[in-house]
């Protein structure tokens, strides 16, 4: 009677006592049952990483046979893109870790590049210079262009290095880009300037001891007297904006081939 007593003192009435009974026996029985539970969960465990062992390799194979015509294809767009000499590599290596797996498989991928003959391949960000980087991207942009992960991109200074034929096919090229997404694009060069469906004008000012900056929008002799103003600094004359004009209706012209 006296153990009761205690049971009841600290647990409560007969009911809430035997709920209590009931629970402890469960969380016994649990316990004791801890190494077939483990055992089952090492089993369940192993049969993932097997499945995902599995699909990883599939997914490594796919990827590397899809980075050889990507490597080509990049290549390609760069010679275009006045980088004749540039080596451009998808390197494979092991994903860290006891199972090698992550969640994107068991592929550590990175593009490296070598920008001139002979030179071992690098990490892109060490070897390429600002202009170099821009280039590849846009050589990326034109390789994937089913892709649209992203629904504006940003160019500046993508004509640093560049001049003359390949700075009109950088210009094609970015004109081609925005068939499939907003691209801005800051530039010098009036070949790549003139493939622009829009042009804006930028201008700073100084009032009252702090300077502002005023965008506009050009329309078509705006544009004009601006890429003869690229093409022949300040000296703008008539044979300067009737050239500006003839490249304008050029560019024009590409746009109806490129669909």
């Known amino acids: 009677m006296d153990v009761l007593k205690r049971i009841f003192r600290k647990y409560g009435d007969e009911s809430t006592a035997l709920d209590q009974l009931e629970q402890y026996k469960d969380e016994l029985s649990e316990i004791e049952d801890t190494s077939n539970k ?22 490594s194979q796919m990827r590397k046979s899809a980075a050889k015509s990507l490597q080509i294809r990049v290549m390609e767009e760069l010679s275009q893109l006045n980088m004749p000499g540039v080596e451009f590599v998808v390197k494979f290596g092991a994903v860290a870790g006891d199972n090698q797996l992550s969640a994107s498989g068991r592929d550590e991928v990175r593009f490296l590049m070598s920008a001139n003959a002979g030179e071992k391949p690098g990490k892109i960000n060490r070897i390429a210079s600002g202009g170099e980087l821009a280039r590849i991207m846009l050589a990326l942009k034109n390789v994937l262009g089913g892709e649209r992960e992203t629904n504006s991109v940003v160019f500046d200074e993508i004509d640093s290095g560049v001049s003359g034929i390949a700075a009109q096919r950088v210009g094609e090229k970015l004109s081609k880009l925005a068939l499939s997404r907003q691209v801005l694009c800051v530039t010098h060069l009036p070949q790549i300037a003139v493939m622009a469906d829009s042009h804006f004008e930028i201008q700073k000012s100084t009032s009252g001891g702090r300077t502002f900056t005023c965008v506009s929008e050009l329309d078509f002799e705006g544009r004009k007297k601006e890429i003869a103003r690229l093409s022949g600094g300040e000296n703008i004359t008539i044979t300067t904006l009737t050239s500006a004009a003839e490249q304008l209706c050029a560019a024009e012209e590409f746009k109806k081939t490129r669909l």
């Open 38 to 59: 483990l055992g089952k969960l090492h089993k369940e465990l192993e049969t993932n990483l097997g499945e995902a062992g599995r699909i990883s390799a599939e997914l």
